[in-house]
């Protein structure tokens, strides 16, 4: 019996709303009954979710892949991580090489 009288308590706002506000039409610029009204407001319902549901887990999968690779890069060696740093080094000198000759071939 509570559950009933909560049921109506939460749809009469909507069902007032839905009544009363001539906003509220369908495709034939008719208003739209409380049938129309719940069928349409639960099918939006249906699509938002599936959307939410396609982006979390796309999220997930994102998060997943980049724990993985945290990981992968947590097990390297100490030299192999210094060959990294090294080898970065190494590209930001040429970089700045590559930026000292531009800038002596404006003078």
């Known amino acids: 019996m509570k ?3 909560w049921i ?4 009469l706002p909507m069902l007032a709303c839905a009544q009363e506000n001539s906003n509220v039409k369908n495709e034939t610029n008719k ?15 249906k699509e938002e979710a599936k959307a939410q549901h ?4 796309a999220n997930f999968e994102a998060v997943k892949a980049e724990s993985k ?4 890069a947590a097990k390297r060696t100490p ?3 210094r060959a990294e740093r090294q080898k ?5 000198i040429e970089e700045a090489k590559d930026r000292e000759a531009k800038a002596k071939a404006k003078m």
Do not use: C, H
């Open 88 to 92: 970065a080094r190494e590209q930001q």
């Open 8 to 11: 109506y308590f939460l749809a």
């Open 54 to 57: 396609e982006l979390d887990k």
């Open 69 to 72: 690779a945290n990981f992968e």
């Open 3 to 5: 559950k009933k009288i």
């Open 31 to 45: 208003p739209m009954g409380v049938k129309e009204f719940f069928k349409k407001a639960f099918s939006d319902m």
């Open 79 to 81: 030299d192999e991580m």
